[in-house]
């Protein structure tokens, strides 16, 4: 969860990250949330080498040494919580709806004064419905505003009943070309773009994010393609162009996953001008 957030959606939010996710993106930020089970981080520019971790693991393992046995791992916390330089971390920690609900109602006055509300993000947050639906119930006996970020890629029949209860979707559209995007995601993107469609009929206002990446999808022919699609099926719909970063390079090495990271090229604030140029001249409007 992260509190005061206010770059996912209107006012100050908080942000809920659901894990699971059916995509592999090769620029994800988030790589731990592509499964559910828990994760043990470890930070080595923290790690001052005092090995307290080693001592008090209930397996006699070190997470901070290069041969540390992930697989028998139990994710007790132990370790975490007897670092002096909080150099390790768990995540993708399992909560109950109340306990998520209970920090909800704290943040409340924030969004009261702000016109905020909650974001349910990822992973995917469709991938675990039963648990957003109760959230989402929740959040609606307390009067507060919920938006979603979604990549698309989820079982539609699940999830359609939740869309009523949605006053905002951030959709990634990545790609227009299926093999193009199965090449930098693991999956085509049929799926999603049905879903797209679907979302918009059922009446929930959209944003639709594109991750804008140089060596991926910047060229002019998959903008115009992605501009004519939202102008014939997601009518109304807005755009927000996010241009590549490496924010969330850290995490892949803290999380044992170097081997999963793909380094691109960060587009130019003229090529992002270039490319919102091709919306609007299909009538499609910035994301404020």
Not at 34 to 40: R, Y
Not at 233 to 257: C, D, N, T, V
Not at 262 to 278: D, G, K, L, M
Request: charge should be negative.
């Amino acid at each position: 969860m992260q509190d005061y957030s206010i770059h996912d959606g209107e006012g100050v939010r908080t942000t809920i990250f659901l894990a699971g996710c059916g995509l592999r993106c090769q620029w994800c930020a988030n790589p731990e949330s592509w499964t559910q089970h828990k994760k043990l981080a470890y930070h080595a520019h923290k790690c001052k080498g005092c090995h307290t971790c080693r001592s008090v693991c209930p397996e006699g393992l070190d997470p901070a040494s290069e041969g540390f046995d992930i697989a028998r791992c139990t994710f007790c916390g132990d370790c975490v919580a007897a670092c002096p330089e909080k150099a390790l971390q768990l995540a993708c920690e399992a909560m109950d709806a109340d306990a998520v609900l209970d920090q909800i109602r704290r943040d409340e006055i924030f969004f009261r004064h702000s016109g905020g509300g909650v974001t349910f993000s990822g992973g995917e947050p469709f991938v675990q419905h039963q648990f957003l639906r109760r959230l989402m119930a929740g959040c609606e006996k307390l009067g507060v505003s919920v938006w979603v970020e979604s990549c698309g890629f989820f079982k539609w029949d699940q999830c359609s009943d939740l869309m009523a209860g949605i006053d905002h979707i951030f959709f990634d559209i990545k790609h227009m070309d299926s093999e193009t995007h199965r090449k930098f995601t693991g999956l085509g993107n049929e799926t999603i773009l049905e879903n797209a469609k679907r979302i918009c009929a059922a009446g929930v206002p959209m944003t639709v994010r594109i991750p804008l990446i140089t060596e991926v999808n910047l060229d002019g022919r998959n903008l115009t393609a992605t501009a004519r699609f939202m102008q014939e099926h997601l009518p109304g719909s807005l755009i927000e162009l996010l241009p590549y970063h490496e924010l969330g390079k850290a995490k892949y090495s803290a999380f044992r996953m170097q081997d999963d990271f793909h380094a691109f090229t960060t587009p130019t604030a003229a090529q992002i001008e270039a490319a919102y140029s091709i919306f609007e001249h299909h009538s499609i409007g910035r994301y404020q």
